[in-house]
């Protein structure tokens, strides 16, 4: 049951508990509202990082396609093995920007944002 003062000193006491109250209150939220800027700050953050490795990683994998298709007979067996293994890197890299991703707000597509 609630507690119900039934006396001035009593309402007094009550009054002072609940600003007491309201004060921890604020402080909780003003750690979380600056916790929650840190945090969104951080998303932002890793999220142009992955956009601008997704976009290095494209325009490495076309230079690799580029070179095995115009020097295939020149180059040498250490030389195609690189490509190999960067290649399979690409593609590692790429499915852990997915993993990661999963744990970054999605943003908005046209319609979710009328």
Same mark, same amino acid.
């Given at each position: 049951?609630? *507690?119900?003062?039934?006396?001035?000193?009593?309402?007094?006491?009550?009054?002072?508990?609940?600003?007491?109250?309201y004060?921890?209150?604020?402080?909780?939220?003003r750690?979380?509202?600056?916790?929650?800027?840190?945090?969104?700050?951080?998303?932002?953050?890793?999220?142009?990082?992955?956009?601008? =490795?997704?976009?290095?990683?494209?325009?490495?994998?076309?230079?690799?396609?580029?070179?095995?298709?115009? =020097? %295939?007979?020149?180059?040498?067996?250490?030389?195609?093995?690189?490509?190999? %293994?960067?290649?399979?890197?690409?593609?590692?890299?790429?499915?852990? *920007? *997915?993993?990661?991703?999963? *744990?970054?707000?999605?943003?908005?597509?046209?319609?979710?944002?009328?």
């Amino acid at each position: 049951m609630l *507690f119900s003062p039934t006396n001035i000193s009593e309402c007094v006491r009550e009054w002072d508990d609940l600003e007491k109250g309201y004060q921890q209150m604020q402080d909780t939220h003003r750690l979380y509202k600056q916790k929650l800027e840190e945090v969104t700050k951080l998303q932002n953050s890793c999220s142009a990082a992955i956009a601008r =490795q997704r976009k290095k990683l494209k325009e490495l994998a076309l230079s690799l396609k580029a070179c095995k298709e115009n =020097q %295939e007979s020149r180059l040498s067996p250490k030389e195609k093995d690189s490509i190999a %293994e960067i290649e399979e890197s690409i593609k590692d890299k790429t499915n852990a *920007f *997915f993993e990661m991703e999963a *744990f970054l707000p999605k943003k908005n597509g046209y319609n979710s944002s009328i």
